[in-house]
């Protein structure tokens, strides 16, 4: 009981392990699979950098056993890029300066995108609120608001685009 | 578009815990529950009978001169700060490497610890052998007697400690493999962590490297040598394998160095008119347990600064720093000039108050448009032309009429000594660069790029920026004090000056494509001889919203970085700043109880500030029409402009006189501002 | 950082984990959302032999009026209550509460019935369950049993359920006409968890008098805090400003706050005091048919 076969389709991939009980869905990420994109900045579940998007919902990975991830599909920061594209959010930060260091950043992106999904057109208040869960010590956030208004820009014109194809 | 910042959006970055070495060990400390206590006995993991070093003072800040008192990398008869580490274990999963944590046992008797420094100043010492816990005392300038018929006004301020919480903890991954140490690091500074390794664990310098990984900000904490660095070195010296540790948030809280700590009890003398005449200061630096850090530096550092950039012609300033049985002090983002400029600010702004003048007004009387030298040898620039500016381009009458606005100014001192160096190397088409700090967050890779392009004539995609290692660069100093534009910049200028001799001499005339088919390598330690002033100053306002709970709505800068290379990484880094001077101002607080147990268990509780706490920020960076190409460093100035203005901004608009940060809910907390 | 090693059950049919707690109740702890048993996990504050997780039990998570009340599941996200209209219109004290605790993650996560049954006093749903008048129904071998909400949070950590049952529904009666109720916290700067939050319901008759009033007070006291005394103040009374600040002021009289991180215990009884009165008069309002 204390060892279990998991299945888990991480960007796309479906992929297989033995994992214990107890290991974090942050260290399956990072340590089993390798994908060392997603940041461990706390222990207390306050920073965010470990958000990865689980079932098309933003969660932090460190709050979550490996175990609950079985039969599920996760996204990461590995994940957002599509054949060397980056996704408008990525386009966002760099455009916009949205980072320094870059430690918060992955669980930033991830964050932004889930936002951007369950609200296209979201107000200034409606991202700060949104990236309550998400600390960042460098930037003082001005700069990934205006990252995260530019994807939204971005991706809404890109969807008019399709549309009126 | 920076390369690297391309590869940290994709998830590509590569920190210190991302680093996985075949055959790797986890270790992790064992830590001392009490602030204060013997150690009787510790049965189990790796202990002080057998790792016997002593700490070393490198990095920001550091201090040869007290070594009196030494600090255990693992302690063995006293502990003297809570998370003091006292044995280590390790495995070779990090998981059975924690459970391992609780295999030692340590027997501890508590001893009554001292946590307030003014109780530290009487108590007696808790050092045995020293005289009293008094780690260094400074006296600047002269005493003075004052004219009858002024204004005295006698005022004490506090900054209390605050946790630095760079969102990547500390951590590393040393590696000895028979012959040789290599460190990977998250570092400010890779020839500190070198020289401290080689000083502590009596190891010549050739034995050791250390190369920077990407370090997630630092803000202060990553230059000093920590105990779990030398315990992780000295475990893959016995063990020959590979050997990582990485802080636990928990751990960051309680055991990285603290920032700001210090009180300040200020005299001013001033006439009527407001023109001041002397200043009185003693200071007090909380410096908890060790004397590594800037416990020891800090007194005479923030005392010579105390005077800002006012024309006094007396001063006395009396300042200690005290042993408390705290984790120790080190520097924080500003390292002791926000300190300084918060004490000299908000009593100005009381001055004026006293003399009914208006606080900007006061200033101007107190500033010249010559170059200054104070009492206490700081040296400015002409000051008045730029504070003149200031509160015309922040609109500073107009707001001041409007509402509760604060309004400060400041000279900043870079800390450019020693210098810096810069190494260019030239080889198969690619200028490859390497520079004595290690960013973490400010961009050294767009910096040097400019400069180098600029100065070679080459195109800045073939130039590659590359991370810090103590094998490719034989010398540097480190990132901090808002100096590397200026030394490492200076250093990086110099550099490739010398290689551009070097090609006349070989090529005679030569283009810039010539440059590039030859090789050259050019290490140069540049040194800048004449102190340098930044100048700055911020305008505040804040307001009251639901329940009393203040906010800061607007944060104006006008700042005199000098040369910008690179604007919108200045505007983030002015952002970036306020934001920690806002949480110095209304969330953050290390607060301690009185047997010495940090009451901060979380990042939140620490007082991280958010998103929806920031302000409307307006930035305006001056011209400096002296000297148009000198960088002046600005990755300071915003915690020592801030925090004055912010506090006056909050006084004003409770209509009470504040001293102190962090501003508590309930220092301030009335019904009636709640609406 | 790492939690302490435990045994994972992951039961498909609630009967599956009723009789797994009937067996190895005193060793498990119920895996839900897990944003207060995983951080608990790996400061090794707890050590449970069994993580039992229920996530995996089909239709636990739901909102649905019936028989006179409102029925929630116990893995009821708070994301969806913060969002859904129902609970919005009629039990706005419970979507105000879980559209404000701790972040919008944490709340893709968390459940109701975890942070019921967590009897944590800085948890914001018990007071809003005592305000409300709701009741827990606790399922075990034996069957079910209906416990209000009165006696259900016994202590700091500790409820009324036995180690061997499990939260299998909340029942919140659906408020008559001319009711309204409104939950306020006050949070020191960082989505900390709250200095002390005040849930408020008041039901007027149709003279407009006060005819019932329910309240609750979150990290107030060592467990949620019914400040029975402000209760029975405003019930049959006409309701001005007046009333409602005496309300407010004896549900401080009854708060016991203790000074810590988040401020001095007299600034947090002052704090009640100015939440209590503003939820009084947010419920008011809404009572009367206001926002």
Known sequence: ?165 | MSDNLRRLVEGRGQFVDDLHLPNMLHLKLVRSPYARARVAKVKGGINGSEVKFDLVSVGEGASDETQTVAYPVLASDYVNYAGQPVAAVFAEDLYKATDKIEEVEVEYEPLKPVVDPEEALRSEPIHPGTKSNIISSVQLGKDFRVPNAYVELEEEFANERIITDPLEPRGLVAHFDGSRLTVWASTQSVHSWKEGICDCMGLSADKVRVIQLDTGGAFGSKSSLYPEYVVACYLSMKTRRPVKWIETRSEHLLVTHQGRGTRAKMRIFADRTGVVYGLKGDLLVDAGAYPVGMGAFAPGWIGFQVTGPYTFSHALVNAKSVYTNKVPLGPYRGAGRPEAAFFIERMMDLLADELGMDPVEVRLKNVSGEPFVSPLGLRTEPFKPFLESAARELDYQNRARKGAVGFSCFVLIPAIQPGESARVAIAKGKVKVWMGGCAHGQGHDILAKVLVSEELGVPEACIEVEKGDTDQLSEGVGTWGSRTTIVGGGALVQACRKIKDEAKKALGDYSSDALLDHEFDAEVFFSRREPLNSFGANLVSASAGEFGVIRIDECMAYYDAGRVLNPAMVESQIIGGSAQAIGQVLYEEAKYDEDGQLLAATMAEAGMPKAQHMPRFTIKLATNTSSPNQPRGVGESPTMGVPPAAVRAIEKLTRRKLTETPIRPEDISSKKLAK | MIPPRFDYVAPRELAEAVDFLEKHGDYAKILAGGHSLIPLLRFRFASPKYLVDINGISDLEYMRESDGHLHIGPLTRYVDVESSKLIQSKYAALSDAAGHIADPLVRNMGTVGGNVCHSDPANDLPAVMLALGASIIAVGRAGERVIPAEEFFVDTFQTALKPTELLKEILVPIPPARTGNAYLKLERGAGDFPVVGVAAQVRLDEQGSCEAVGLGLTAAAPKVLKPKRAETFLEGKRLSEKEIQEAASLAAQDAQPVSDIRGPAEYKREMVQVLAFRALQQALERARGGA
């Open chain 1, 1 to 165: 009981m204390s060892l279990h076969h998991i299945v888990v389709t991480v960007n796309g991939e479906k992929r297989e392990a033995e994992v214990d009980s107890r290991l974090l869905l942050v260290h399956f990420l990072r340590e089993t699979l390798g994908l060392t994109g997603t940041h461990i900045g706390c222990d207390t579940s306050n920073c965010g950098a470990c958000a990865v998007i689980m079932d098309g919902k933003a969660v932090k990975s460190c709050t979550i056993l490996a175990v609950q991830a079985d039969g599920k599909e996760l996204l990461t920061v590995e994940g957002l890029a599509k054949n060397g594209k980056l996704h408008p959010v990525q386009e966002g930060f760099l455009k916009k300066h949205g980072l320094q260091c870059g430690f918060c950043t992955p669980g930033m992106l991830m964050t932004s995108y889930w936002l951007l999904q369950k609200n296209p057109n979201p107000t200034e208040a409606e991202i700060q609120r949104g990236i309550s869960g998400n600390l960042c010590r460098c930037t003082g956030y001005v700069k990934i608001v205006e990252a995260i208004q530019y994807a939204s820009q971005k991706m809404r014109e890109s969807n008019a685009q399709v549309q009126t194809k």
